[in-house]
């Protein structure tokens, strides 16, 4: 079975503080996606990462893959509230995305 | 900039009733899926689409559910008898070329409550 794992699946952080959101996927796959949702929202897409090693970064958000590793983080530096919401990785397999679980988190001032 | 547009935002329907959700994906895309959400859970992929046929489906999409592509422009998602756990988020997505291009880009939603 395919499984993709976020860790943490929640996160309150204060404002200013930096911290790294974990995606552990089980099956090989070379294309990973962040997406970020507000709560009642659609998926706005953050980054498409397409090959081993691949960084990307915009603004505060820096995300990274490792296909051998299966493994991407999601890193956020100098949290602002702005950022609270839910992030999520997905896995893009045989033309499906697999999702996480999500992760939910909340920036306090 | 170009979006995918869905109808309705919203709908409420009795369990046993069909419910058609319509999606217009972005216009020289090729790759349009449907993905849903039930409330406060994981996104889960139903199917893909391509060439006027499904490419991929997973379990969830069952014989109550079909796809089509009318026209055009519309790409819609029928359930035949809606059970109260089809009560989720319906989005619908769409991409330029398949994996390659990578990026997929969802429409708004459509929020289906079964009573």
């Known amino acids: 079975e395919l499984k993709v794992e976020q860790n943490p699946l929640f996160l309150s952080m204060q404002e200013g503080k930096n911290y790294t959101i974990y995606c552990n996927y089980s099956t090989t796959s070379d294309r990973l996606y962040w997406y970020r949702q507000d709560p009642g929202k659609s998926l706005e897409s953050l980054f498409v990462?397409?090959?081993n090693g691949a960084v990307k970064q915009e603004g505060r958000l820096m995300a990274s893959l490792d296909t051998k590793a299966r493994l991407s983080t999601l890193h956020i530096t100098a949290a602002v509230h702005d950022l609270s919401a839910t992030y999520f990785c997905?896995?893009?397999?045989?033309?499906?995305?697999?999702w996480g679980a999500g992760t939910k988190l909340i920036i306090k001032p | 900039e170009p979006e995918v547009t869905q109808t309705p935002s919203h709908q409420v329907t009795q369990m046993g009733q069909e419910v058609i959700l319509r999606c217009v994906p972005i216009s020289n895309h090729l790759y349009f899926y449907w993905y849903r959400q039930i409330l406060g859970q994981k996104v889960e992929f139903l199917v893909s689409f391509y060439n006027n046929e499904i490419s991929e489906k997973s379990e969830i999409f069952d014989d109550q559910f079909s796809v089509e592509r009318p026209d055009g422009s519309n790409f819609t998602l029928k359930i035949r008898s809606t059970k109260l756990e089809d009560s989720a988020m319906y989005f619908c997505a769409s991409r330029y070329r398949g994996r390659v291009t990578g990026e997929l880009f969802f429409g708004e939603g459509s929020r289906l409550t079964v009573l």
């Open positions: 997905a896995v893009d397999v045989r033309d499906q995305l697999i």
């Open positions: 990462l397409l090959s």
